[in-house]
């Protein structure tokens, strides 16, 4: 679900300030690191693969960035790992059980999830919270499959050229290769349930839009 982490009026390739929302995952920057040197990658293809500059993806390893909900999926899928890896969390287990109490929020690109699944699986589940007006103009194409569930509010989904509005209830499952965008309908914001498969495959990609039509994986975002 769909790199990235711009808001509506917001600078993508300003820094962020001390204190500011990098200083949320911190854990994150040298697991990104350490994760792309056990992969065996150079800055250069990881960020190629993830659709991604290596000037962004430097940004990400030393902190100056914080990654967006979809950008973790984009580089777990590279690494061949899971966003909870990405995040530092360890589980001892596989359990098949998760409890509620055991959900800690985390705060992605304006987005909050929730791990709803257990990690180190072939698919994976979460509860996210999209706020109104965040990463509405993000444009993703990556492999895989997707399936999500609308709890709350009113979401809008865009399959290709056609714009879907789902309410609390209503349901999709489509292929991750149709270019999709989502963003919450209503000021309230939207909260679903998110399932996605983890494919380990290079050509995994994600654009940002409204340039999108001008970006292609690679170039600075």
């Known amino acids: 679900m769909e790199d990235m982490n711009p808001v509506e009026g917001s600078d993508p390739s300003a820094p962020q300030a001390a204190g500011g929302p990098a200083a949320e995952l911190p854990a994150v920057a040298p697991q ?93 589940a979460l509860r996210v919270h999209v706020p109104h007006g965040s990463q509405g103009d993000i444009v993703r194409v990556h492999p895989g499959e997707e399936w999500l569930y609308v709890l709350t509010g009113r979401l809008r989904l865009r399959l290709g050229d056609t714009a879907h509005i789902l309410a609390p209830g209503d349901s999709a499952h489509f292929d991750s290769l149709t270019p999709h965008r989502i963003a919450a309908a209503d ?35």
């Open 32 to 124: 990104l690191r350490e994760l792309r040197r056990r992969a065996a990658l150079t800055l250069e293809t990881a960020s190629r693969a993830a659709g991604l500059s290596p000037a962004h993806l430097s940004r990400l390893e030393t902190g100056q960035r914080q990654p967006s909900l979809p950008m973790l999926l984009a580089l777990a899928r590279v690494y061949g790992t899971t966003v909870s890896e990405l995040l530092g969390e360890t589980v001892a287990e596989r359990h098949a059980i998760v409890r509620a109490a055991d959900m800690e929020p985390t705060p992605a690109g304006g987005w909050t999830y929730w791990q709803a699944g257990a990690p180190g699986r072939g698919m994976q």
């Open 187 to 221: 000021p309230g914001g939207a909260e679903l349930l998110f399932v996605h498969t983890l494919l380990q495959s290079p050509t995994a990609a994600l654009c940002l839009g409204p340039a999108a039509g001008h970006l292609t994986p690679g170039e600075p975002s």
